[in-house]
């Protein structure tokens, strides 16, 4: 089978190959969670070695290890793999468990040309990924990652002590929802009793010890389990947790309240993980909690709702942990995430078109997250959106500051009459039932509403014929 790009991982494809050109040695390719970055590299690969180039993929964990060579094998790319307890064979592409790699690098006997790392965002000087780089310090590099940011704020460019020389920029979020091929994120932030005053910052996020403490308490927990009856009830839903124990008890409270549930975390054999993975996958299993174990790379499309119950400071956790529930799946209208730790306050939406940077940021601006574009929180439903003057999931009308009505020069009546016009001019493009089905699910509408609207416009429509 050939390599089918789709036409904007082509477009990325020809802009790596365009930083190269131009006499790059290590480009960054940022494109986000199911953009198909494994395709694109695995393409790359398989070019590569066809011109008889030798083409190190690493990776940093069993699962993209096996994601990984699945890829490659679809795609024909002969390849070996480098990882505990496989046999080494001598294929052009090899995929590289980092952790592996980096104890046999001494004796190894040939060296890569290309050097692809995936979730490239590792990729610094003290980690296996650096260890690798600076060993094949002759190789081409082409870094991939959906969030080219550090922990600590640390950037990923030479000049900030990494190892990329140039940001190559794939399609947004925003752009892919819009394409069809990430589902549209809807967000909603219940209030709750989470209470982050006096938690140390470790290392650039919260302290773990300080942050189960916070988290791990029942009326956080019955917050989730009522939220995800309301707005996802039955979903296959992933919750991020702050530890293994809390998880265990979310995991208690949805089963509790009638749902399948169940955690993973490291200490579970291999293959008990790996059976409460596939049901999720298969619907067996509503909600699977866990502690960062399905942050990165665990791709199970059929998720249609994270639950947030781990504050982070890091946008890249963030984005992967709502990244999980936005793959596309048939019947899947749009990812729910219920976000009970105001990380979308803190880091903005996850379709928020961001500002990526090579180099180090400003230890002030980390803190205050210039990045994120302001947000509006509704006060009846708590969805949390783009400012504009409805809620897109309720269509609630937001009452107008009178500070606000002198400055827009109008009166509340006005500004709610603007709002109603809008809502009315995008029922009336509506042309269809499925049309004004649409509306309802984006506004939260009942779906007899579009019903109602549809049959109330037809019968018109025959008084009209009748009455000529
Ligand atoms: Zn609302």
Same mark, same amino acid.
Request: hydrophobic letters at 40%; glycine letters at 8%.
């Given at each position: 089978?050939?390599?089918?790009?789709?036409p904007?991982?082509?477009?990325m494809?020809?802009?790596?190959r365009q930083a190269?050109?131009?006499g790059?040695?290590?480009p960054?390719l940022?494109?986000?969670?199911?953009s198909g970055?494994?395709?694109c590299?695995?393409?790359?690969?398989?070019?590569?070695?066809a011109?008889?180039?030798r083409?190190?993929?690493?990776?940093?964990?069993?699962e993209?290890?096996?994601?990984t060579?699945?890829?490659?094998?679809?795609?024909?790319?002969?390849?070996?793999?480098i990882?505990?307890?496989?046999?080494?064979?001598?294929e052009?592409?090899q995929?590289?468990s980092?952790?592996?790699?980096?104890?046999r690098l001494?004796?190894?006997?040939?060296?890569p040309?290309?050097?692809v790392?995936?979730e490239a965002h590792?990729a610094?000087?003290?980690?296996?990924?650096?260890?690798?780089?600076?060993?094949f310090?002759?190789?081409?590099?082409?870094?991939?990652?959906?969030?080219?940011?550090?922990?600590?704020?640390?950037?990923?460019?030479?000049?900030?002590?990494?190892f990329?020389?140039?940001?190559v920029m794939?399609?947004?979020?925003?752009?892919?929802?819009?394409l069809?091929?990430l589902s549209?994120?809807v967000?909603?932030?219940?209030?709750?009793?989470v209470d982050l005053?006096?938690i140390?910052t470790?290392?650039?996020?919260?302290?773990?010890?300080?942050?189960?403490?916070?988290?791990?308490?029942?009326?956080i927990?019955g917050s989730?389990?009522t939220?995800?009856r309301k707005h996802?009830?039955?979903?296959?839903a992933i919750?991020?947790c702050a530890?293994?124990?809390h998880a265990?008890?979310?995991?208690?409270a949805?089963?509790a309240?009638g749902?399948?549930a169940?955690?993973?975390d490291?200490?579970?054999?291999?293959?008990?993980?790996?059976?409460?993975?596939?049901?999720?996958g298969?619907?067996?299993?509503?909600?699977?909690?866990?502690?960062?174990i399905?942050s990165?790379g665990?791709?199970?499309?059929?998720v249609s709702?994270?639950?947030?119950?781990?504050?982070?400071?890091?946008?890249?956790l963030?984005?992967?942990?709502?990244?999980?529930?936005?793959?596309?799946?048939?019947g899947?209208?749009?990812?729910?995430?219920l976000?009970?730790?105001?990380?979308?306050?803190r880091?903005?939406?996850?379709?928020?078109?961001?500002?990526?940077?090579?180099?180090?940021?400003p230890r002030?601006?980390?803190?205050?997250d210039?990045?994120?574009?302001?947000?509006?929180?509704?006060?009846?439903?708590?969805a949390?959106?783009?400012?504009a003057?409805?809620?897109?999931?309720?269509g609630?009308v937001?009452p107008? $500051? %009178?500070?606000e009505i002198?400055q827009v020069?109008g009166? @509340? +009546?006005?500004?709610? /009459? #603007? !709002?109603?016009? $809008? %809502?009315k001019?995008e029922?009336?493009?509506?042309?269809t @039932? +499925?049309?004004?089905? /649409? #509306? !309802?699910?984006?506004?939260?509408y009942?779906?007899a509403?579009?019903?109602?609207?549809?049959?109330a416009?037809?019968?018109?429509?025959?008084?009209?014929?009748?009455?000529?």
């Amino acid at each position: 089978m050939s390599i089918n790009l789709r036409p904007y991982q082509d477009t990325m494809l020809g802009d790596v190959r365009q930083a190269y050109a131009a006499g790059r040695r290590s480009p960054l390719l940022v494109a986000p969670t199911g953009s198909g970055k494994t395709v694109c590299f695995s393409y790359i690969a398989a070019n590569a070695a066809a011109k008889g180039n030798r083409v190190l993929i690493l990776v940093h964990r069993a699962e993209l290890l096996r994601q990984t060579s699945e890829t490659l094998t679809a795609f024909e790319v002969p390849h070996g793999l480098i990882a505990s307890g496989v046999p080494e064979t001598d294929e052009a592409v090899q995929v590289a468990s980092v952790q592996t790699l980096v104890r046999r690098l001494s004796r190894m006997k040939w060296a890569p040309t290309l050097i692809v790392v995936d979730e490239a965002h590792h990729a610094t000087a003290t980690t296996g990924h650096g260890q690798v780089l600076k060993h094949f310090a002759d190789a081409r590099v082409l870094g991939v990652t959906a969030t080219p940011e550090r922990l600590d704020g640390q950037g990923l460019g030479i000049e900030a002590g990494g190892f990329f020389d140039e940001l190559v920029m794939g399609p947004t979020v925003s752009e892919l929802v819009e394409l069809g091929h990430l589902s549209r994120p809807v967000v909603f932030a219940p209030p709750g009793a989470v209470d982050l005053s006096g938690i140390k910052t470790v290392a650039g996020d919260y302290s773990k010890g300080d942050l189960a403490a916070a988290m791990d308490k029942p009326v956080i927990t019955g917050s989730a389990v009522t939220h995800y009856r309301k707005h996802c009830d039955g979903a296959p839903a992933i919750a991020f947790c702050a530890s293994v124990k809390h998880a265990e008890h979310v995991a208690e409270a949805f089963r509790a309240a009638g749902y399948s549930a169940a955690s993973i975390d490291g200490t579970l054999d291999a293959d008990t993980r790996a059976q409460r993975i596939a049901d999720l996958g298969s619907g067996a299993l509503h909600v699977l909690t866990s502690c960062e174990i399905v942050s990165e790379g665990t791709d199970i499309p059929r998720v249609s709702a994270a639950i947030l119950l781990r504050p982070t400071q890091s946008l890249g956790l963030y984005l992967q942990q709502v990244g999980r529930a936005l793959r596309p799946f048939p019947g899947k209208e749009r990812a729910v995430i219920l976000d009970h730790v105001s990380n979308c306050h803190r880091h903005g939406l996850p379709d928020d078109d961001r500002q990526w940077s090579l180099d180090s940021k400003p230890r002030r601006q980390r803190k205050q997250d210039d990045d994120a574009d302001p947000v509006k929180q509704c006060s009846e439903c708590f969805a949390v959106h783009k400012p504009a003057p409805i809620c897109p999931s309720c269509g609630y009308v937001y009452p107008v $500051k %009178a500070r606000e009505i002198e400055q827009v020069d109008g009166s @509340l +009546e006005e500004v709610k /009459r #603007i !709002a109603r016009e $809008k %809502a009315k001019q995008e029922q009336s493009k509506a042309q269809t @039932l +499925e049309d004004l089905q /649409r #509306i !309802a699910a984006a506004r939260g509408y009942k779906p007899a509403w579009a019903e109602h609207v549809y049959k109330a416009r037809q019968s018109r429509q025959e008084q009209w014929r009748a009455s000529r």
